[in-house]
């Protein structure tokens, strides 16, 4: 049974890209969270996604985007990188109706120069 | 969702039980207790949950003190392998959608020979 999965696993961008961020849930999972967590800090939740629209978000600019397709996979984008967005971005997946744990995968170490 | 207090660190000889402390004295009556644990910047690993009742499982024991404000997760042999920074999470049961994690600080559990 394959647990969550994330790609790449490692990303440079230049200040003012774009970059696109992909996670695979576990299998039976239906709902999708991402997370940033900036160095020795601990994670910080981004969105969550259920029936491939946005049904939570935390603190974070509209420059963070997502979305969910049908075979509940995701994707976040960030646009016009900073500096700051440098972090370890972390997606986790659950099966909602059951209130069901969230399973993290490895994260994708993005840095911004 | 209520906020949690941890200790920033703790040491604990390998093969003794190690015992980490969670303050949650404002938790309400439907919000759970969640552990997780990231090692040197993994994604973070589910642990163990609970409501009330202590829970066991092959990776922990979780004790829930009985007026809830507080908890302790308890690794009965720690190993070097059980070197981690440990997250202790409160977490509202919702339907519909999965409720986020808010993640503290944590404490950084250090197991040594």
């Known amino acids: 049974d394959a647990g969550v999965t994330q790609s790449p696993t490692h990303l440079i961008k230049t200040r003012g890209q774009q970059v696109t961020l992909r996670c695979s849930p576990k299998s039976g999972h239906d709902t999708v969270s991402w997370y940033q967590q900036a160095l020795g800090q601990g994670p910080q939740f981004i969105f969550q996604y259920y029936e491939e629209e946005e049904r939570q978000r935390g603190n974070f600019p509209d420059r963070f985007s997502g979305h969910q397709f049908p075979n509940y996979s995701s994707e976040l984008n960030v646009n016009a990188l900073l500096l700051g967005d440098s972090a370890l971005y972390l997606c986790?997946?659950?099966?909602?109706?059951?209130?069901?744990?969230?399973?993290f995968g490895p994260g994708t170490r993005l840095l911004v120069l | 969702d209520a906020k949690t207090t941890q200790p920033p660190s703790m040491d604990c000889a390998e093969g003794r039980a190690a015992n980490l402390p969670c303050n949650h004295s404002t938790i309400s009556g439907n919000e759970y207790v969640y552990w997780y644990r990231q090692i040197h910047s993994q994604g973070p690993q589910y642990i163990i949950h609970?409501?009330?009742n202590n829970e066991t499982n092959e990776m922990a024991s979780l004790i829930i003190t009985e007026d809830r404000k507080s908890s302790t997760l308890i690794l009965p042999h720690a190993t070097l392998r059980d070197t981690a920074v440990y997250y202790c999470?409160?977490?509202?049961?919702?339907?519909?959608?999965?409720?986020?994690?808010?993640f503290g600080t944590g404490t950084r559990l250090q197991v040594t020979l």
């Open positions: 609970g409501l009330k």
């Open positions: 986790a997946s659950s099966f909602v109706r059951n209130q069901e744990t969230q399973y």
């Open positions: 999470i409160v977490r509202v049961a919702r339907t519909g959608t999965a409720s986020k994690l808010t």
